[in-house]
Nanobody, 116 residues
């Protein structure tokens, strides 16, 4: 069973940066996609960014130009670099891995708070 653990969340001022990591207990090389989602209070979970095995990426419009998703298969880790953070980026950020057979794995989430 693959286990995903997120880290790197915290409190940051508007305009600041954070880098989230998603470490997999197994190999993420087998993941077709690695995605980052977030859930703000009283809102539904939404896709923030996703990267496919071939390296193609897609982003939510609200984070384009500010966030960068990447993956390091050799280290079994996915990343989300978040720059120029805004208060509306506040939420719990979750990592999800999906393999080629449709199985999905979620991490436990890490809190990101953007506030002055």
């Amino acid at each position: 069973q693959v286990r995903l653990v997120e880290s790197g969340g915290g409190l940051v001022q508007p305009g600041g940066s954070l880098r989230l990591s998603c470490a997999a207990s197994g190999s993420i090389f087998s993941f077709e996609t690695v995605g980052w989602y977030r859930q703000a209070p009283e809102k539904e979970r939404e896709l923030v960014a996703r990267i496919r095995s071939g390296g193609s990426t897609n982003y939510a419009d609200s984070v384009k130009g500010r966030f960068t998703i990447s993956r390091n298969n050799a280290k079994n880790t996915g990343y989300l670099q978040m720059d120029r953070l805004k208060p509306e980026d506040t939420g719990v950020y979750y990592c999800k891995g999906a393999n080629f057979f449709g199985a999905e794995y979620w991490g436990q989430g890490t809190q990101v708070t953007v506030s002055s």
